[in-house]
């Protein structure tokens, strides 16, 4: 019975499992922190995010290990490994694939520094270079974090590296478990802004535009391909059989729809977590920003509101009501106060009577210096109980409203939501707000690891054992 072992290499955590194909039931897990965060506190104040792209590779090695001596003897059925991990940032390397620079990841934000002599930040700058005809041919506007604009960041700064190659940490990864040089795919690529999605290549003409070099680059190549088998080196690191084929990284928001979504044609993927995203499939390629268009793996492609107000907005209401403790009543609160939160929030009726909040307390994506709001306040619900709710609903209009600019796109039928992420896993106010906002009812996976099943599927149609991702997630169960 074929085993694939995937891993996903994630902001705060890396996980890596492995699927019985023939009985889609999970044989093993491993999990570990994701300690290379390595900016300093006076870059964190300016907003930077830097890693140390090497430690996340050996957290990634410590990770299949446990997977592997979970699996035994069963190690010698794994038929492939499937990558997937955070988009957007950019490594850059040399021809070795040794760093030649931290990982600038997706929570960067220098993009908004001004550039030197000049009144625009170096976002505006970049996007005015590109212009509209290049955004609708990446299927998005250029963003922070977006490899494309990093890399514009430190060509302008003189800090890009002669000769370097650029990579997203997945990537990186994938090409050291082969030895070889790293080479991306469609959904990872699609994520640098520099991309262009119906060709499903790089757009050429608008790296020249940023005054970027062409070689620094990788190939593209299908998530169905492999891009080598496992080194000996690597196999003896991860507890893997060398020769084990591994097939090219995908982006994990990809792989959270693939891992969460059977019927790719009329199910919604909700994805709450720090952030909040909703996606749907498209076989076409139109879309209407801020809504993006984001490529699938081997073939079609996703229509995506991303950045819309997810638990960041609950861990602000939270962290006000922790200060209040402290700063107010001279309390230090030991731990988070989210399942008192949630109690309040669930004594109150649906309406919040009458309190209104905007969540995106951060801006959103389309709009960086929006801000939130509270209206509606009275003395009746000027109450913690009352502001969770309140919270709470808002992010789910926010969620629903996501939704119905996808909806104005593609116009096909879609009958439920399949929820992903914690925070709907884990409070049932939220989950309630969510149904009642987009009017579907909600499903949730039996497995909690979205993205490196996602990933396992892939790879099991790249190692030939299921046609297509559609027959693939027939493995697919629900609670």
Known sequence: MPVIVSI?????????????????????????????????????????SEWDARRIVDLGCQCLRSVADQLGERRNDVAGLGITGQQHGAVVVDSDSRPLTPLINWQDRRGHDRMSGVDVTYLEAARQ??????????????????????????????????HGHASFIMD????????????????????SGLFNVQARTWDFEAIESLGLPAELFPEIR??????????????????????????????????????????????????????????VYTDGHQFTPPVELRPLPIRDNLLSNVGLAGGWSYQGLENFFRRIASDVFQIDPTKPVY??????????????????????????????????????VTPQNLTPGHFARAVLEGMSRSLAEGYQLIA??????????????????????LRECVRNAFGLPMLFTRHREEAAFGAALTAAVGAEIFPTLEAAATLIEYE
Request: net charge negative.
């Open 339 to 376: 399942e008192i939160l949630n109690r309040l929030a669930a004594a109150v009726a649906p309406g919040a009577d009458g309190l209104i909040c905007d969540p995106h307390f951060s801006g959103s994506r389309a709009d960086s210096s929006r801000r939130g709001a509270f209206t509606g």
């Open 408 to 429: 104005s796109t593609e116009t096909r039928t879609h009958r439920r939501i399949v929820a992903a992420g914690n925070a709907l896993r884990d409070n049932a106010v």
């Open 222 to 279: 299908e998530a169905d391909q492999p891009i080598g088998t496992l080194g000996h080196e690597m196999a003896q690191a991860t507890g893997l059989p060398a020769g084990v084929s591994i097939f090219a990284p995908i982006g994990d928001h990809q792989a959270s729809f693939l891992g969460s979504i059977r019927d790719h044609s009329h199910d919604v993927l909700v994805n709450v977590g720090t952030g909040a995203q909703v996606a």
């Open 8 to 48: 996903d290499l994630g902001t705060s955590k890396i996980t890596s499992l492995a699927l019985d194909t023939a009985e889609g039931r999970i044989v093993a897990r491993g999990t570990v922190v994701n300690d290379a965060d390595v900016t300093t506190e006076i870059d964190r104040a300016i907003g930077r």
């Open 172 to 191: 990186l990864f994938g090409g050291l478990l082969a030895d070889a040089a790293p080479v991306t795919e469609p959904s990872c690529a699609g994520s």
């Open 129 to 162: 270079t590109l212009g509209d005809k290049a955004a609708q041919r990446a299927g998005c506007w250029l963003q922070p974090g977006f490899s494309g604009l990093t890399l514009f960041w430190l060509k302008e700064n003189r800090l890009l590296p002669a």
